[in-house]
């Protein structure tokens, strides 16, 4: 079986489980508290050197760190990644944007807000306009076209970057501005299940922004 060390809270965290429950893998969910240093314990490390949640151990004992390249690594031989070479490509083009242009900010944007009691005062005002130029790199591709990576399905660009978008409004932003991008967000949760964030009743699945 799978094991996923991972922080519910964290959006990063809960796309590898989206996935995971829309593929109808078994699996097992550790919880990890990232507010409470236990990404920087011995044993945590020994596992993971990033010191980062999530984290998948393989049924080998194997072990695979950053969230979207957990995403790549289950979702193959899936229809989540585009069989064409520029397609998968165009796919891996937001996977590394979401990381460098877009979880920085949105994400947190939101920690600060939700999890570290900042006002909006106390925020940086870079910090709320770098997400909004993302967001609104976003309401452009997503006014041309119905899935981020083009063509006629999600994929797992579109799963990647709903995780922080859907929760943007936690760090302060407003979508009212984005139609493109709230559609966007109810065909992205329809496509791949995705109901309101909630701790699992168990910590099987069956069938810093905190942390990357």
């Known amino acids: 079986m799978l094991t996923v060390h991972g922080d519910i809270r964290s959006g990063n965290c809960l796309k590898v489980k989206w996935l995971l429950d829309v593929l109808r893998r078994d699996y097992q969910w550790i919880d990890i508290d990232v507010m409470t240093g236990a990404t920087r314990t011995a044993a945590f490390l020994a596992l993971n050197p990033f010191g980062q949640v999530p984290l998948l151990v393989l049924p080998d004992g194997r072990t695979l760190a950053q969230s979207n390249a957990i995403l790549v690594h289950l979702a193959e031989g899936t229809h989540h990644i585009p069989a064409g070479a520029y ?103 329809a496509a791949f299940g995705i109901e309101t964030p909630s701790e699992p009743a168990d910590r099987t699945g069956a069938a810093s922004s905190l942390q990357q």
């Not at 909006?120 to 076209?145: F, K």
């Open 87 to 189: 397609e998968r490509a165009r796919m891996l083009e937001w996977l590394f944007w979401e990381q460098y242009s877009h979880e920085p900010y949105i994400a947190v944007a939101r920690f600060q807000r939700a999890f570290a009691g900042k006002t909006a005062e106390d925020i940086e005002p870079r910090l709320m306009e770098r997400g909004r130029v993302a967001l609104d790199r976003m309401e452009q591709a997503l006014s041309a076209n119905a899935w981020l990576a083009g063509g006629q399905a999600a994929t797992l660009a579109d799963l990647a970057l709903v995780a922080y978008t859907r929760v943007a409004h936690e760090g302060g932003f407003d979508l009212a501005p984005y139609p493109a991008i709230r559609d966007w967000i109810s065909q992205t949760e």
